[in-house]
């Protein structure tokens, strides 16, 4: 397995006579298989809520994509899974998929009851989840209707991380309308992974076989993203780098001790690209092709049970011209676009949440413009429809606010960049 590494700058020249330029760098990341790869195990653990408010169709629907899931495993997969309701208890160990027969009826013996503790569930399916992470692709998928009533969401936080640094990535779904979805894109972001709104019951199976899916098409984990900058080039202050697809997520940056800074990828799929966008500033630089950066991948191939392997490492220019003429990348565009809607987005969550209803829906409006620029009409209609009902005096539903989130982060149908 074989690291495909892309970098596009939104512009490949500057002007010779500017004392500063800003740059964006965008970074598409891939797995390549080669014909020896075989495929690494896999290692999942769903962390499935059964509080009382999942009772009926909610919980049967949930129950019955488990268990499909189950049938797609292989043998020398593994499964752990774990119920919490405001406790939490291991319903099926990590363990080797030698009887789904009897896994798949300690599923089908879960029942709602009780309130809703994420942080006890999460505690558990961590602690499942790390016992078959060597040499295996692990992912957890969390489910919950509701709020952390009985828990601390500051505990789910600590515990994301923990995850991330075990090199366990973690997906949540939201089921209905009545789940916290501040925490748990929180979770999703530490851990690497996927936010998913489950709108009504019925869609909870092809929820779960799109996120086994992506699961599937991992070939490469625990990558990093290795940066050096040239003297003269910095980053931005603030949010200087972010992913941008298949998901949008503000990515921390860390210093390592040689100076080079480094931004956790998590897994790298064979069939879609990560794209990182970074927004570097430029002083003044010398005419001709100058080298601004290297950049380099850390990461793990556990198809050859293999770890800390790395691409060459790879440099970054850029022209310096007395004649600039702009000449802006399309591609790169477009991904600037897409971290643009989200954060105009959010810049409109905040509003409304500190009762600015009008500058809330102009923000709206922008992000659904920002859309449409794009080609992502299934966003800009969301956002359109949500600014539309805030400027005509309507209160936005918690479904309203849901959809909302999801199209900020992603093109709707997980459909690739236009």
Not at 279 to 301: C, K, S, T, V
Not at 329 to 353: D, F, G, H, M, W
Request: proline share 4%; glycine share 6%; hydrophobic share 40%.
């Amino acid at each position: 397995m074989k690291v495909n590494l892309q970098p596009a700058l939104n512009d490949a020249s500057v002007d010779a006579h500017q004392t500063s330029n800003q740059r964006q760098l965008a970074i598409s990341i891939s797995a390549i298989a080669e014909d020896e790869d075989g495929n690494a195990p896999l290692n999942l653990c769903l962390i499935l809520d059964h509080s009382g408010s999942m009772e009926g169709k909610p919980l049967e629907t949930v129950k019955k994509a488990a268990c499909q899931l189950v049938d797609r495993l292989r043998p020398e997969d593994s499964l752990s899974v774990v119920a919490f309701d405001h406790r939490s208890k291991v319903l099926v160990p990590n363990q080797l998929i030698k009887d789904s027969d009897f896994i798949k009826r300690q599923i089908n013996r879960l029942t709602a009851e009780g309130g809703t503790a994420i942080d006890e569930g999460l505690r558990l399916g961590v602690e499942e989840l790390a016992k078959g992470r060597k040499e295996a692709i692990s992912h957890a998928f969390l489910l919950t209707d509701g709020e952390n009533e009985h828990g601390s969401n500051d505990r789910c936080l600590k515990f994301a991380q923990l995850a991330a640094k075990y090199n366990l990535t973690l997906n949540t779904l939201g089921c209905g309308d009545n789940w916290n979805q501040d925490i748990l894109e929180k979770i999703a972001d530490a851990g690497m992974g996927k936010l998913s709104y489950i709108e009504r019951a019925e869609q909870a199976m092809e929820a779960f076989n799109r996120l086994f899916n992506r699961m599937e098409s991992v070939g490469l984990t625990n990558a990093f993203l290795l940066l050096s900058l040239m003297p003269n080039v910095r980053l931005a202050e603030l949010k200087p780098i972010a992913q941008v697809f298949p998901d949008t997520i503000e990515l921390p940056v860390e210093p390592e001790a040689d100076g080079r800074l480094i931004v956790r990828l998590g897994d790298l799929m064979k069939d879609v690209d990560r794209v990182i966008l970074a927004n570097i500033y430029l002083g003044q630089l010398p005419e001709g092709e100058q080298a601004i950066a290297n950049i380099q991948i850390r990461y793990d191939d556990p198809t050859q049970s293999k770890t800390a392997l790395h691409t060459p490492n790879l440099p970054i220019y850029i022209k310096v011209t007395g004649d600039y003429q702009p000449n802006p990348n399309p591609q790169v565009q477009q991904y600037i676009l897409s971290l643009a809607k989200y954060r105009q987005t959010r810049l409109a969550e905040t509003k409304l949440q500190q009762g600015d209803r009008v500058g809330a829906a102009t923000m709206l409006q922008t992000a659904a413009k920002t859309a449409l620029q794009m080609g992502d009409t299934g966003a800009a209609t969301v956002l359109q429809t949500s600014a539309t009902r805030l400027q005509s005096g309507e209160e936005l539903s918690e479904s309203d606010r849901k959809r909302t989130r999801i199209v900020s982060k992603t093109v709707l149908q997980d459909a690739s960049p236009k």
